[in-house]
Each structure stands twice: as structure tokens, then as C-alpha cells.
């Protein structure tokens, strides 16, 4: 059977589905795999390092003749409608913001698998690609911070004086949050966060940061994810913070809940809270934003001098790790459906009933139904 990654085609998207590293264990599963030519270009992925690993390289289409197409982003209802009846995707699939790709995907008699729906169990870690990406955009967030701020990040003893650490400040504890965390202390900064979760704050302070208690009532979720809260609950949370945020040098935000709009943690009265200099990076702009002010893929400078970086395609500034990362994910979960060179899915099990979303010209999830 033929596995084909085709170039992404999503402006500002670096990343790519396959790296050269990786092909040998598809080969091992008796599959045939064709690159696009370019498709690695930005991941430092060249054609002459695929066809060394065992990948055919091709100039033009390789959508056609392809039975399973493994992509970052989700095709486009064009590119869906080329593919053959039967044909099998995997790839990001975001099911309340990607409505045309699966409506092209049923009527193409599609196959197509979210990643955002790969169940949070533990037999499913390897193939959780919403967690090696957030691992790329926290580490990030953190480089950005630190580029943006006009001040050191750590301790200094000088002949001239001491320069005081920087003060972070990360809301989120999961694992955008942690790596933010984690990064910053080695930087140097002095380190706080906040989470909805308590159970959060055993990690947060592993990572040598100090946890910041609200004493509010815990929101934990399923699949380890936050649960919404009320606006009430949300104005009280905002009233505690803002102190905490006004003598942050850095700010980070990072909630965020696969197929919603993200929390408004911040508002405009607690960014004018802030010195002159402070810089807030919100990786949850592409989502409506964790901040409010914030715009996906822009710097904005608020009257009271502080920065506002919106995030936009964070992991793919990140793209050689950030495409290593992927890889392994989307290869281990088509792993899971390759039986002697066949990949023949099995709807029993539930990493893959769970992150099926539409099949033989159904819908499978009744969220989308709705």
C-alpha cells in the first residue's frame, strides 16, 4: 500500500507530516511511501535524504494513487476530492473549525482521522500529537519572551551592581505550561503559575517554579484537561491574578481546549496593570486568545508600553523538532492499523474509534452531526 505526504499547502505551516528518520519503520511494515518533492524544504528535510531512507520522490501530485495520506494540516476539500474511494488520512482535523475538509472527506468516501481526538490514555502517549507540539510552542513562547523583554532573564553579580532576575509569570500547567516553566528557570527568571487544576501544582514546583493559590474551586476535567468555567467563577479568578500579573517582567498564557475558544484569563484593565516593558506572549491567540488585545501573528504595543505577542503557528517556528516529533506520532498510530503490510484499521479499538471522524460516507462523531 502506498503512503504519500504531500507539501503543505496552509501559508506559515514550516512543518511536515514525515522526516527521512522515520521512513524505515513504514518500509519494515511492508508499505511504499512517496514524497512530494519540497515537502521537507523548511524542516531541513532535502529529497536526496528521503530517497535515502526508501521514500520515492515525486515532482507532481502524489494525492491520486495514494491509499493513505499523512499530512499536518487537514487537506482541502480540492485535495480530499482527488483522493481515491477507501483512502485513508491522518492529520490535524479540527472538527468545529474544519467543517469543509470533512464534508469533502464523506463525499470522497474518505477515511480521515483527527489527531485532535486521539484518546489521553496511556497506551496512546506515543501518538499524541496535541502534546509534542505544545511542547515546541511552550519552549518557544519562552525564547519569544525572552527576545521581546528588555531585561535579563537571570541573576547577575557585576562589578557594576546586581541585576535582578526577571519575574514570569506562566497561567496554564499543562504541557505547553510546563515546558514555559521548565525553560525560564533555565534562563534564569524567577518563575510562577497559576492553573485551574491543584493537581497541577506538585508539577509546577518540580520544575522549581512556586504555584500560585487562589483558593478557588478546582475545574479538573476529563482526559486531563480543564473543565469551562462560569463567568463568575472567570471574574473572580481575573481579581486574584491580577496582582500576581501586574509585577510580571514576563507574561505567558497557554489554556487552551481542543475545539473551543480559549478562556479569557486577562483583560484590558489587567494589562494596563503592567509596567511599561512588560511583555506577554499568548500562545491561545489563534483561538480567540487567552489575552484580550491580542492578534494571531502580531506584536501589539498597548499605550502603557507593554507587548503583546499573538501566537500563530508557534510549533511550526520550531519546524525541524517539531516535524521529528509529528512524525513519530502519525507513524505509531498507522502502525497500530498495519497488519503485514496492509493498513486495515480496527474500529474495536478505541485509539482508533475515538479519533475516527468520518468513514465509508458517514459522519462518526455526533458532535459534528449536531
Not at 499523512?70 to 476530492?81: R, W
Request: a neutral charge; charged letters at 20%; proline letters at 5%.
Amino acid at each position: 500500500m502506498r503512503v504519500a505526504v504531500p507539501t503543505e499547502t496552509k501559508s506559515g505551516e514550516k512543518r511536515v507530516a514525515l522526516v527521512p528518520d522515520i521512513i524505515n519503520k513504514l518500509v519494515r511494515l511492508g508499505l511504499d511511501v512517496t514524497i512530494q518533492s519540497g515537502a521537507g524544504l523548511h524542516a531541513q528535510a532535502s529529497d536526496s535524504e528521503y530517497e535515502s531512507a526508501g521514500a520515492r520522490v515525486v515532482a507532481g501530485d502524489v494525492l491520486k494513487e495514494a491509499d493513505v495520506v499523512l499530512s499536518v494540516q487537514p487537506l482541502t476539500p480540492a485535495q480530499m476530492a482527488t483522493l481515491k474511494k477507501g483512502a485513508i488520512t491522518i492529520s490535524f482535523l479540527p472538527i468545529t473549525t474544519a467543517q469543509d475538509c470533512i464534508e469533502a472527506a464523506q463525499k470522497a468516501g474518505v477515511t480521515a482521522f483527527s489527531l485532535e481526538l486521539v484518546p489521553r490514555i496511556s497506551r496512546a502517549q506515543s501518538m499524541d500529537a496535541l502534546t509534542s507540539q505544545a511542547l515546541c510552542a511552550g519552549y518557544r513562547a519562552v525564547l519569544v519572551g525572552a527576545e521581546l523583554s528588555p531585561r535579563f532573564f537571570p541573576l547577575l553579580m557585576t562589578a557594576a551592581g546586581t541585576v535582578t532576575p526577571a519575574q514570569v509569570v506562566v497561567l496554564g500547567a499543562g504541557v505547553a505550561g510546563l515546558q514555559a516553566i521548565a525553560t525560564a528557570r533555565r534562563l534564569g527568571a524567577v518563575v510562577s503559575a497559576y492553573d485551574v487544576r491543584p493537581s497541577s501544582a506538585d508539577e509546577v514546583k518540580s520544575m522549581g517554579a512556586t504555584f500560585i493559590n487562589l483558593e478557588l474551586e478546582s475545574l479538573e476535567g476529563a482526559g486531563g484537561y480543564a473543565r469551562e468555567m462560569t463567568e463568575e467563577r472567570a471574574a473572580k479568578q481575573r481579581e486574584l491574578l491580577t496582582p500576581y500579573i501586574a509585577k510580571s517582567h514576563v507574561l505567558i498564557t497557554t489554556a487552551a481546549v481542543p475545539g473551543r475558544t480559549a478562556p479569557r484569563l486577562v483583560t484590558k484593565a489587567m494589562v494596563d496593570a503592567m509596567a511599561p516593558g512588560a511583555v506577554i506572549v499568548d500562545l491561545a491567540a489563534e483561538t480567540g486568545g487567552n489575552v484580550e488585545g491580542s492578534v494571531a501573528g502580531e506584536i501589539v504595543t498597548t499605550a502603557g508600553g507593554v507587548k503583546i505577542w499573538g501566537g500563530k503557528d508557534v510549533p511550526s517556528q520550531l519546524p525541524f523538532h517539531a516535524s521529528m516529533l509529528y512524525s513519530r506520532n502519525v507513524v505509531n498510530i498507522l502502525a497500530l492499523m498495519t497488519k503485514e503490510g496492509v493498513v486495515t484499521p480496527d474500529f474495536a479499538d478505541e485509539i482508533i474509534s475515538g479519533s475516527v471522524v468520518t468513514h465509508n460516507g458517514e459522519l462518526k462523531k455526533e458532535v459534528i452531526k449536531k
